[in-house]
């Protein structure tokens, strides 16, 4: 089909044309009136004379009529006979040139000049026979010379400016008229098209006439590019025969010359006989036939295929059953209508052929977990029971731990029968690092459901068995520690992170003594009560929910108020658990400190190596679901109209583009691959530390710094300081530098402590005291005694004076690190400190990988500051191998150093090489945020929106925290917020539909606030009740209210009865209120018709509302 756009051009764009002169009138057209020629005037007085002898009829009767009659047909025989005069005159003329055309033929002319010359008789007959018949049309008595004068068209050389600032003429300015044949035919097209289609801004038209072929957005046009091809081509061989190698040539045989016998056989090598030539020329014509006559194969079949043949081969392989699945899905986008469906059974079918081809006994988790959740979508209630139970008793933590997620997701029970099974799971797992994931899990359901007092109780109570256990009782049983700790607890001193508290040990030693001050509760801060009583008892709800609070003491009169806020220790027997490992305390440490609102990074795979396979980052990423983290990610409100260009002397000039930071809030990689303070040097200024000011705006930081003093194991315990600084630097950087000094005094050669200082002095934007710290640790005896633990401070003394720019100071200390004192600036000097660098290198154990890269880097800096040539440490093509965090920290390490010398330091690299790199680390890490703000960085001005909206919209499995930071990045642009609502949206769906990531109440509350966000409150209604329908016990995430939301945010879009009955489901489920929601209610009487006010308004402009959000979406 085409289509011609009927938008004219506007009368300004035509050349001024004037009318020129004619050929029938030389002297120039004549004017409009008509002339009164003698001639005129005796036709007149002869039509009188004829009238006055009686030769014409009367008027009345039909005597006239035919009068007129007769005098048309008299004028059409006459201009009959005129036609046939010239049609027979020009018709001689034609039969004259074919008689001279064929002379010419036979006779062909020997030059233009004498072609010219005959033929000049010729064309003055032409004119001769024009100028004939020009003069019989003027002797015609009815020839109107006026009709000759006439233009074709009239120039209009004022026209009309609008038409410039419309596109179009103005429908009322055209004359009306009437379409030849309906408008169906148009001049100058062939006789085949028609119109099909008419409308004021174009027409369609097609071959045949009423034959509409089908646009590109049909279901046909659709299902035909999906086919697979019908055709392929085949490589032949006969090519193959035909241009045969003998002896390292092909013999090939010269066109020019006629063909010889000799040339006709071409003899065979010396190395080849005739019959393995025949043989051969057999085998490859007969292959060749063989593919000509098999079906084309599409890519996707080729490669599936070739999956089927690796699966039939390996059966027991995992990697490969789970390669043929992934593929085979791939045919399925997530986004796609009734996908995740569709997406189960494909599952369902590809691993019961997995399991079914495995050897009794085997686990194979990965595979009967994904068969668990496909089986979610299509079986049945007692079915799915049935094999999660099967599941259960298998064994292996992940499948426990996959169960006690289903249970939660169901809701049966409600809060208590949950409770019940993590007690099970508890018992049934054994490892310290497997029943500190159902700790944890446990501890953040109940902070979900509103019981945040129990959870940090929890917490507390581990931390005194874990601790602080009494020296008589170290060797006694579980059973016997948790009596002694039970009455402990039942004193109502001060336990572990509250003012004052001492710990159980130090209880038992002084003689358990009383109970001292009363610890009193944290009082919500007092805001202005709203109106409505639906608002005002949410308003209160998350006030007390957004505190994160120890549990109350019997004597607290608040505790008379709530019962739920006093914890008896019956209640948190059950879940505690020994815990003697150093890796196991360190992880219970790092666990404490995420509940609590501070993040770490990595801490998921920390404590299960298969964190990809179990997803755990679905419930442990709450701190993306906190009131500050959701103010950062979604973009402040922009105006209205954005103007994307200005004037600027009647020239166009497009505004400059501006960006937000490429370094967002979220902030996740693996455990250890940065540092506390490491990401600082990413951004200038304030820095891209681990927390920051905004990161602890939510948090009790009081509360915080007593957990890191209770927490802390020794002087030697350097990671636990290291991020005990980092919260100081967080709140302020001055006294952080005091408590840092404090830690030195008691391990001044403690080197990790000292690299730490030095970079507080970084961030305070105070080199020179940090150059002075490394220039006096570096030279200390102790530090010779410990080479190999320099290194990381070698490093950052480098990296800070080449990042200043000063590459001469930076190269000076890479080579003292080498152990070359002096100015040495020779090719051989810097030879030797490579080989020193890289021996040094070889000589860190794997376990200390942190500290080898670091070398490493030393002799990559080397090199580029030596070399001419960028070093392989930062060229060598990322890949992701069996090392995990170690490969992902060196990726960051490599690109870091790479991302600093072409944008921090803008040096002439080509930015294409650190594009290149990225594209590939972000595709092998896509869960690593720093990666992903290198790669922002350098999409800035290169049609940024092509790349970044194909990494937003890929179609690949995500971790919580990169969908979050998909979200982030919609709003990286200033101005394109509203541009991307519905890229964004569709990333969220697929998010929440996603098998890795289904059933994350914290993407159901980002996605609940998009839509707030968006102004659409009636899709945040919709996927609000989608929501609490995946989360049915999650009353909220402290301050990110879930349940709660419909009675503030969303409270004008939701009816009293709707209200009603969420506030009833809250407590059939067991989900705790401070209040009930009928106290709230009482003496307040509702509005007339508020029941259904809002019902009977979707009703009447439901249809004014679809046709709103069509004409909205219409480009999508």
Known sequence: MSSFLANPPSFSSFPDLDPGPSKKFPEGPKPRTRSRSPSDKSHKRERRSREGNGEHHTRKGNGHRSSSRERRHKRSRKADGDRGRLHRERKTRRDHEVEENSLERKHPRKDNDSYRE???VSFADDERLKAKEDASRKNDAYFDPISLSTPGFYSDKRGDPLNLQYGRLDSKQIPAYHHVAGGRFILGLQSGWRVTYRSSKGVEVARGGDLVFASLTDSSSRAMLKAPPTERLVHSGRAAAKYVEVEGFIRLRNRHQPSTPRDKSIEPGPDMSGS???????????????????????????????????VKEQSTSTVSWLSLLSHMLSQHPITARNAVKARAEVTLSVLDRALASLPSGTQATILRLRRLQAGEELWAT????????????????????????????????????????????????SGELERLRAFWRTAVFLRQAGFAERAMAMFQAQAELMSCVPKALLKSSLADQLNSLEEYWEAEVSRAGEPGARGWAAWIEAGKPDAGVPITSIQPPVQAPLPDPYERWSQNELAVDSILRPPLRSTDPAAELDPYSTILFSDLRPFLFPLTTARGKNAFRLVWLSFLGLHVPGLESLLNPQFAETADDRWTETHLASAGMLDRVFPLASPAHRIAADAQAGVLVGKEEQYATSFGPVKHWAHRVLGPLEGMDFVSGAGWPLWTSADVRDVDVGFVRNIFSVCRTGSDDVEWDGLTLALEAAVNPKGAVKLSQSFLANAQESLPRWAIHARLERLRSRPAAARKVYENVLSAPFSSANRLSTGPLWWDWAEMEWLAGDAPTALRVVLRAAGLEGNVSSGVAALRAKQTLEATARE????????????????????????????????????????????ESRAVAALGMLYHHVVTLRSATRPAVLREQLDRAVEMFPDNTALLGMYLEMQKGQGVWGRVRELIGEDREKGVARRVADVWIAGWERGRWEWELERTRTGLEAAVSSERTRGSAVLWR??????????????AKDVF????????????MGAAELYMIAFSRLRSVLTVSELNGLGETMAERGIRTRASLEEALEGWTEARGDTESVGSEEDEDEMEYEARETERLKPY
């Not at 009740?1025 to 909220?1036: H, M, S």
């Open 118 to 120: 005959e033929h000049a």
């Open 276 to 310: 393995e030539w025949d043989a051969s020329t057999t085998s490859m014509s007969q292959s060749s036939d063989e593919e000509a006559a098999a079906p084309p194969v599409s890519a996707y079949q080729a490669r599936l295929i070739e999956l089927e043949r690796q």
């Open 382 to 429: 007692e079915h799915l029971a049935k094999e999660w139970a099967e599941a259960f008793k298998l064994g292996g933590a992940d499948l426990r731990l996959a169960w006690l997620e289903w249970r939660i997701r169901k809701g049966e029970g409600g809060v208590d029968g949950v409770l019940a099974d993590a007690e099970a799971v508890l018992a049934a797992l």
């Open 844 to 887: 860190i154990p794997a376990m200390l990988w942190k500290v080898r890269e670091a070398w490493v880097r030393l002799g990559a800096l080397l090199e580029l500051l030596a070399g001419a040539n960028l070093p392989l440490f930062v060229t060598t093509p990322i890949t992701a191998g069996a090392f995990g965090a170690e490969d």
């Open 1006 to 1019: 980002v996605y609940v606030e998009f839509e707030i966000r968006a102004g659409d409150l009636r899709k």
């Open 1025 to 1036: 009740f989608r929501a609490i329908g995946q989360c049915p016990l999650v009353k909220g």
